[in-house]
């Protein structure tokens, strides 16, 4: 089993900064691939960025590509989101996950989950 609990979120202006963090406990994270999604009110929740066991490989969704950068320290088991130039819609409860299955980008790929952390940006 693997636990997940993310911290860092807060209330900032847009345009401002967060930096997200996601600390694993119950095993070693090294050989999972971490995500980040995110669900906004009255929405699904939804992808925001994933990194590889090694860090070696992110990916990103369209709408954070160049403002949101994912990171991991595995000898921390922690993984990071640093997020930029925040926007009034990146407001949501971000959720931090762990998949055994590499690479993904949908809620099924990932088999631990945290609790959520949530950011609001305002105008």
């Known amino acids: 089993q693997v636990q997940l609990v993310e911290s860092g979120g807060g209330l900032v202006q847009a345009g401002g900064s967060l930096r997200l963090s996601c600390v694993a406990s119950g095993r070693t994270i090294g050989t999972y691939a971490m995500g980040w999604f995110r669900q906004a009110p009255g929405k699904e929740r939804e992808f925001v960025a994933v990194?590889?066991?090694?860090?070696?490989?992110?990916y990103y969704t369209d709408s954070v590509q160049g403002r949101f950068t994912i990171s991991r320290v595995n000898a921390k088991n922690t993984m990071y989101l640093q997020m930029n130039s925040l926007k009034p819609e990146d407001t949501a409860v971000y959720y931090c996950a762990a998949g055994s299955g590499g690479i993904g980008v949908k809620i099924y790929d990932y088999e631990y989950w945290g609790q959520g952390t949530q950011v609001t940006v305002s105008s």
């Open positions: 990194i590889s066991w090694s860090g070696g490989t992110t």
